[in-house]
């Protein structure tokens, strides 16, 4: 895409006349933010359409000392474009999330995806970040999670996978709301 100039448009009023007067100012953008924002949002648009990625229904609770555990796995699949590379996962506001090593190494990436391996499925493991009523009160987003893909050119894009219902259920297990 291709961004303009910026332009706000402000409504004042009463105005002398008693009505309400339009004033519009042109904005600037000398580094070219806007450019880059707008080319980014695309670029993000372009991956999840080509990477589908979503949390398993399955969730397995393992109740610790510090909190409960739900362990699950992403699904990704690869439906178009060129062979990408599952990276890193980061958790939402109220819960953390990274991949589940299960007492092994984390693998570098995460999972590759090739057309002649489309699927790939990354064991992960979720835990209550901030279960405080504060967050609970102000969440708008809890289930918010990034994956980071990378693409041929070697950037990666970060990504919000599906949750499902189940997945939600799991979760409410770990920090309800």
Avoid: N
């Amino acid at each position: 895409p291709r961004v303009g100039d910026a332009v706000v448009t402000l409504r004042v009023g009463p105005s002398a006349q008693g009505g309400v007067d339009t004033v519009r100012v042109a904005g600037r953008d000398p580094s070219g933010l806007l450019q880059r924002i707008a080319t980014r949002a695309c670029a993000v648009q372009d991956v999840a359409r080509q990477v589908e990625l979503a949390f398993a229904d399955r969730w397995r609770l393992e109740r610790t000392a510090d909190g409960t555990l739900a362990h699950g796995r992403l699904r990704a699949r690869l439906v178009a474009g060129p062979a990408r590379d599952i990276t890193q996962v980061a958790g939402a506001i109220m819960y953390g999330l990274r991949a589940d090593e299960g007492g092994g190494d984390v693998p570098d990436p995460l999972a590759a995806l090739t057309p002649e391996q489309p699927e790939a499925s990354v064991p992960v493991v979720v835990w209550a970040a901030r279960c405080d009523a504060h967050t609970k009160g102000e969440i708008k987003k809890p289930y918010e999670f990034l994956v980071w893909v990378r693409g041929p050119d070697g950037e990666e894009l970060a990504v919000t996978p599906g949750v499902g219902e189940p997945t939600r259920l799991a979760l409410r297990h770990v920090c309800a709301f």
